[in-house]
């Protein structure tokens, strides 16, 4: 394992390799300890590499066994191979065939970046520098080749021999062995490899494209899961439908396989053909996947297979490109999840975890650009900013350039640029020559991290009929950037006029206006529009159309009206989210000035309204009710924040509109009742949401036999997004029902990994301080493991972000309980180690005590000898 060496990498040092790589023959002997590589490089100089330039190719721990060049075993002193690299001292002139063999450990591979074994099953991870610990390589994007993999091993054992591209032979060996042979066509990076071998079931069915070829479609998981796949199969066929429809994009293999496995470190990843996956994102049934899990499985799904051209197809250069796949593809799986279902519905979950995530990640110690410009560890960059205001970025692209623009611009694209390891320079070229837009200012979102603060000052002018707007932006420091720059965003937006429709203008000056969307392009601009006969109220940033913070001269009194009337949904879900906002502030002063928590009569009729009308979708009207998070509360406040406060706060309003809107919950909480068989269908899943959401706010309010509904709501409970429903409404009221509840789930689910994760966040989450002593003794519990990093985010990562109460505890013992996992998990997974870490990113938003006690814990990991790179680099940049 490597440790906290990790140099600084910098984007402005960028130069191609010496040496092209034309072709990768890999030869696996697999075995559980010892796995032989054999691996064989056509490698060629590059035009302009000196002759006998040393050709250096990195490893990771590697024990090396021999090497060759063109079948000639190599001199001792014609090498230097250590377990990080191999140098080849002075290269041929001509293309030549270098002959590796390396060992690897699968078994003992608990990093799970590499080859490794999860439940007996070998699988690979290569993303980012993953490959390197298979065999010595030039490990990095841009270098693109054609791969041919045989995969070798006893049949009993490994009956499933899985690789990248198209099989092309197979046969059966002495001594019960046997191999298969995968060739991928299409040139590739290696972190896009993959191989997996194991006894494994499968589900398959088939694709026809556009143009009418036959795409075979598999799921490989363990056996016994395999009747918990087919929503991931039909996701599958909708995205892959899906992105020939919306963006002309056709599947190129003869076969897609998907593979599920229980150890994974992230969500999945989009191997060349062969798509590996977390099982929580495929496994999928009503009695034990929610809702939220299935849309969770349909979108993980969609954006895999999107990275096909977005990231297989066209690569990246270098890793500081990353948001040139991530930020594109995310864009891409949320515009599929808007078609398929609610756009106002997902525009509005997206903002929620923009602001939940990414926001406060802008805000910290740990804030970078969507392209940062320099890191120590690549992969602490799959962050918020690069996947989620990367997508707002594209997004940004879209709105200005219109449907038609951007679709001509994403046409040039995969043009131009199909077969190529591109910059972010090279995409933004794609829509400016598409649309003759002059873009360039567009790469200072690239550059600049912190999130904009966008302020707006209206006045209507009854004299001239004019409504003047000001609007200025600033862009605030984050380390390393003290100046920035104006960036330009589009601005959706309407002037509603006093019967609550959009009123028209004859003319307007100060800005570039085309439809209904304006652009911001300078520190400040003052916008006149002309033949304004009434009073407006602006609803401005329409759909959230840039990732920025809105401020206002806006009145309550303008809030409420476009709670009312606003035509935009998502303005309408955030005029109420605002308004209590502001009441949630209030209130956690109040609480720490041992006053009263106030709510406000309006805001609550304003949101009975919501409740009450039937013409709003069901999943809409259950966000448009939700109050802000704690931690949302916790990122407004952002500076001596006393995270106990915010959550009396939060409750006590919480249960004041549960009181004000009583009859309208009970009423829905009837009406919303569904006895027909489960489908997982937006509207269905909509009606779910907003009942269940009756019902806890009911047993917020108090009201009477609310505990022994939420238990009848538990037992009678017909599918998982229900049960668990209760469940949590039991768990988070801290009623005594909850512990019933949770033996009754466990002798329901024991031996399901996957129901049993959501056992234990629900119990990490109940919000006492003392629910430390829990948490700990579910460490214990046979459903946990400290060595599979589902089970870990379950427990301990729910605990550090989803238990504010606990997590924040004023001895600091919450503190010193995630930073002891961090040091014990470090040296096992430094990636999920160094992710738990960023629990601690707004620590110096705390107050004073808090604040002490967070930043002596980091110390203590800072402290830690032997870091990972990936902690190593978290912890210091958080202390800087
Ligand atoms: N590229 C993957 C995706 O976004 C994510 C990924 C990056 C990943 N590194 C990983 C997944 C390491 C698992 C392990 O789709
Ligand atoms: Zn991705």
């Known amino acids: 394992m490597k ?62 066994v021999t090497a060759s060049v063109d079948g000639s075993t190599l001199a001792e002193d014609a090498f230097d191979a250590t377990p990080d690299a191999f140098i080849l001292k002075s290269p041929p002139a001509a293309p030549f065939r270098l002959t590796i063999e390396t060992r690897i450990n699968p078994e003992g591979n608990s990093a799970l970046m590499g080859l490794f074994r999860s439940s007996g099953t070998y699988c690979t991870q290569c993303e980012p520098e993953g490959f390197r610990r298979i065999t010595y390589f030039l490990d990095r994007p841009d270098v693109l080749s054609v791969y041919t993999t045989r ?223 320099t890191y120590r560890e690549i992969n602490n960059f799959y962050t918020a900013t690069v996947y989620e205001k990367g997508a707002e970025v594209v997004r940004m692209l879209a709105t200005r350039l219109g449907e038609d623009g951007f679709r001509a611009g994403m046409d040039l694209y995969f043009e131009r640029h199909d077969g190529d390891a591109a910059t972010i320079e090279d995409f933004i070229a794609c829509f400016a020559d598409a649309t003759g837009t002059d873009l360039d200012a ?57 019967n609550g429709d959009d009123m028209a203008y004859d003319r307007v000056e100060g800005a570039r206006v085309e439809g209904d969307v304006l652009m911001l392009e300078e520190a400040e601009q003052t916008v006149v529009f002309h033949g304004i006969g009434a009073q407006p109220v602006p609803s401005l940033l329409r759909g959230f159309s840039a990732p920025v913070r809105l401020r206002s001269n806006e009145t309550s009194e303008d809030r409420l009206f476009l709670l009312a009337h606003d035509s935009d949904p998502f303005n309408r879900w955030e005029a109420a989210q605002r308004i209590a906002m502001d009441l949630l502030q209030a209130g956690t002063r109040a609480v720490r000035a ?29 966000l448009a009710l939700q109050l802000p998070a704690e931690s949302d509360v916790f990122r407004e406040i952002g500076e001596d924040v006393d995270p106990a406060a915010i959550a009396v706060a939060r409750r006590t309003i919480k249960a004041a509109v549960g009181q004000a809107l009583a009859g309208t919950l009970e009423r829905l909480y009837g009406e919303l009742a569904d006895e027909g068989a489960y489908s997982p269908d937006p509207e269905a899943t909509g009606r779910r949401a907003l009942r269940n959401l009756a019902l806890d706010y009911l047993v917020s309010a108090g009201a009477d036999g609310a505990e022994a509904r939420a238990v009848a709501h538990f037992e009678t409970a017909r599918n998982m997004t229900d049960r668990l429903a209760a469940l949590s409404t039991l768990a988070m009221h801290r009623l005594p029902s909850a512990e019933a509840a949770f033996e009754t789930y466990a002798d329901l689910f024991a031996g399901d990994a996957l129901a049993m994760d959501k056992w234990l966040s629900l119990q990490a989450m109940i919000p006492e301080e ?28 729910a605990y550090a972000t989803g238990n504010p109460v606990s997590f924040h505890r004023t001895d600091g013992d919450g503190y010193r309980f995630i ?42 990991v800072a402290d830690r000898p032997g870091l990972s790179t990936d902690t190593s680099d978290i912890v210091t940049r958080m202390l800087d």
Not at 771 to 787: E, G, I, Q, T, Y
Not at 829 to 852: D, H
Request: proline residues 7%; hydrophobic residues 35%; charged residues 25%.
């Open 819 to 860: 930073a002891g996992v961090v040091m014990e998990l470090d040296p096992k997974n430094p990636q999920v180690a160094a992710r738990m870490l960023a629990a601690f990113r707004s620590w110096r938003s705390l107050e004073a005590g808090r604040r002490t006690l967070a930043k002596a814990e980091l110390q203590r």
């Open 3 to 64: 440790t906290s060496t990790g140099q600084t990498v910098r984007l402005e040092d960028y130069r191609p390799t010496d040496y092209a790589i034309d072709t990768v023959n890999l030869d696996f002997r697999l075995d559980p300890t010892e796995t032989r590589v054999a691996a064989t490089l056509a490698v060629e100089p590059r035009e302009d590499t000196a002759e006998g330039t040393p050709l250096e190719l990195v490893g990771d721990g590697l024990t090396f």
């Open 442 to 498: 567009m790469l200072l979102w690239y550059a600049q991290a912190g999130t904009p603060t966008v302020t707006a000052n209206g006045s209507w002018d009854g004299a001239n009929h004019t409504y003047t707007l000001t609007l200025s932006q600033s862009v605030p420091a984050t380390p390393g950037q003290p100046d920035k720059q104006p960036m330009p965003m589009p601005i959706r937006f309407g002037l509603v006029g006093p």
């Open 151 to 373: 995969l070798e091993g006893p049949k009993d054992q490994v009956p499933v021999l899985l690789s990248n591209g198209n099989p092309i032979e197979e046969g059966e060996l002495d001594g019960g062995r046997h191999y298969v042979v995968w060739h991928d066509p299409f040139r590739k990076p290696s972190y896009l490899f993959a191989a997996v071998a194991g006894d494994l079931a499968h589900i398959s069915d088939t694709f026809v494209t556009a143009s009418g070829r036959t795409v075979d479609l598999r799921i490989y998981v363990e056996k016994g899961k395999e009747t918990r796949c087919d929503w991931a199969m039909d996701s599958l066929k909708r995205s892959m439908r899906w992105d020939e429809v919306r963006f002309g994009r056709e599947y190129d293999l003869d076969i897609f396989m998907i593979v599920a496995v229980s150890d994974f470190n992230m969500g999945a990843m989009e191997n060349k053909g062969l798509n590996i996956f977390n099982d929580k994102y495929i496994l999928a049934d009503p009695a034990t996947a929610t809702d939220v899990d299935y849309a969770g499985i349909e979108s993980v799904i969609a954006h895999e297979y999107f990275h096909n051209w977005t990231g297989d197809r066209i690569t990246c250069r270098d890793w500081f490109q990353l948001c040139l796949k991530e930020g594109l593809t995310v864009f891409r799986d949320q515009e599929f999840t808007s078609d398929e279902r609610s756009r106002p519905v997902k525009r509005i979950s997206d903002v929620r975890t923009l602001k939940a995530h990414q926001f406060p990640e802008d805000a910290g110690p740990l804030a970078h650009p969507v392209r940062p410009q």
């Open 594 to 622: 041992e006053g009263d928590v106030i709510t406000d009569p309006d805001f609550l009729r304003g949101l009975a309204t919501i409740a009450e009308d039937a013409s709003l979708e069901p999943a809409y009207r259950a």
């Open 770 to 797: 003392d629910n430390l002593d829990r948490v700990r003794k579910l460490m214990d519990h046979p459903a946990f493991s400290f060595s599979n990093p589902n089970r870990i985010r379950a427990l301990i990562g």
